[in-house]
């Protein structure tokens, strides 16, 4: 995100970067609690903050989508209330993500697990879908991979080419920026575990590891989608021979227009990927400062709203637009965490 496009989402709360009170100020100046991150986890963090704010206690959130990236940059500016509160992430905070947050002193970081999501090989219902396997996937967007022992440029042109099997169309893969969680974890899900089974790859270093194995190609078989889901979903409805990497929530809100390929032999669904069967499941989070619990009103609460049964229980509303549910113990577990949290003055 932008320095100009995050004074102007401060700006929505009636913020201005040039008088912002110390992170200790009186939580009166700002009265909405401030959402960032993930695009995956948004539609879920918009009906949350909407169902929050019907009940009255509170103002409705205001949630910005802007990637999990973004998100994290933005989340560990610090804790003064011209910094925002949670951020929603489609995968962990990263070790170097945690040391901007402990330089800028944001120390008290909490996260909660809200349920699960998977990533989806996806193609208009134009087109007749084809199952894959990590490696055949990987082999088909990695920019390098190992031939005849040899890491060299991607030479295959269409799928046919990868596996005599699969359909003779050409490889267009539209996938996330990297600016999205869900790009980082298609790389970690689906490019790594195929690509470190090559011995040649193992003996690499861990840096050159990482990037032989999570490249993308850039000769035109793979295009980024730095916007949102919205973009993809129209290209691959406008191109037949397209498969776009989306989200089992995007999924499940528009399976009128695409439908999913089967991954390593299981086909995405709620159980599967609840169960972790499916192999390109991941966790979804949101994080929350500690130091702006006692500064933001409703912040524990908006947090409880969110793990709570009528919201990520099996018959939850957020089950219903394509989140997999914890088991029930998992759950409870992470409502004890909220619980645990300081709840701040009434």
């Known amino acids: 995100m932008s320095d100009r496009r995050a004074a102007m989402l401060l700006a929505m709360l009636g913020l ?24 995956t986890v948004y539609p879920f963090a918009t009906v949350v903050a909407e169902a929050f704010g019907r009940d009255g206690r509170w103002k409705t959130p205001v949630v910005e989508s802007i990637g999990t990236g973004a998100g994290f940059k933005l ?157 993809l979903l129209g290209r691959l409805v406008a191109d037949p021979d397209a498969v776009g990497i989306v989200t089992y929530s995007y999924l499940n809100q528009h399976r009128d227009a695409i439908h999913a390929a089967s991954l390593d032999g299981v086909a995405p669904s709620a159980e599967s990927i609840a169960s972790w069967r499916y192999p390109a499941s991941r966790p979804l989070f949101v994080y929350v400062k500690t130091a702006h619990l006692g500064l933001i009103p409703g912040l524990a609460d908006f947090l409880a709203e969110f793990v709570s049964d009528r919201a990520a229980g099996p018959d939850g509303y957020l089950v219903g637009l394509g989140l997999a549910p914890m088991p029930s113990a998992w ?7 909220v619980r645990g949290l300081a709840t701040p003055p009434r």
Not at 331 to 337: G, I
């Open 16 to 39: 201005f970067t040039t008088a912002i009170p110390p992170a200790l100020a009186d939580a009166r100046n700002r009265s909405r609690i401030l959402v960032v991150g993930s695009s």
């Open 75 to 231: 989340f560990c500016r610090g804790t003064g209330l011209d910094t925002a509160d949670v951020v929603n992430a489609s995968r962990p905070m990263t070790d170097n993500e945690k040391l901007s947050c402990a330089t800028h002193g944001v120390t008290g970081i909490v996260a909660v697990r809200i349920g699960s999501d998977g990533i989806i090989i996806a193609t208009s219902r134009r087109a007749s879908a084809f199952d894959l396997t990590s490696d055949q996937l990987y082999r088909a967007v990695a920019r390098q991979v190992v031939l005849q022992g040899h890491l060299v440029g991607n030479p295959y042109r269409r799928w046919i080419d990868v596996d005599p099997r699969l359909p003779n169309r050409k490889i267009v893969v539209l996938g996330p920026a990297p600016n999205h969680g869900t790009r980082d974890a298609f790389a970690a899900l689906v490019m790594t575990p195929p690509c470190e089974r090559h011995a040649e790859i193992r003996e690499l270093a861990a840096d050159a590891r990482r990037e032989a194995c999570q490249a993308v190609r850039e000769d035109g078989a793979w295009t980024d989608v730095a916007a949102d889901y919205a973009v």
């Open 331 to 337: 759950l409870e577990l992470e409502r004890a965490r």
